[in-house]
């Protein structure tokens, strides 16, 4: 149905309707998990270049 020249019935429209909304709520709640990820992972990326430092062969002198 999706793509085509296909209408929708008044009971689809509101089927429809309703599942778009469901479907932005998701959405909604998805960006709202991923939002602070880029700068976790840059604060862990940050601690393992620290770490790292620590085991170069310049330290061991």
Same mark, same amino acid.
């Given at each position: 149905?999706?793509?085509?020249?296909?209408?929708?019935?008044?009971?689809?429209?509101?089927?429809?309707?309703?599942?778009?909304?469901?479907? /932005?709520?998701?959405?909604?709640? =998805?960006?709202?998990?991923? $939002?602070?990820? %880029? *700068?976790? @992972?840059? /604060?862990?990326?940050?601690?393992? =270049?620290?770490?790292?430092? $620590?085991?170069? %062969? *310049?330290? @061991?002198?």
């Amino acid at each position: 149905v999706l793509g085509t020249n296909y209408t929708a019935s008044d009971n689809e429209k509101c089927s429809v309707k309703y599942l778009v909304e469901s479907m /932005k709520q998701e959405l909604s709640s =998805l960006d709202q998990v991923l $939002l602070p990820l %880029p *700068a976790k @992972r840059e /604060k862990l990326n940050a601690k393992i =270049l620290a770490h790292e430092a $620590l085991l170069t %062969p *310049a330290r @061991r002198l």
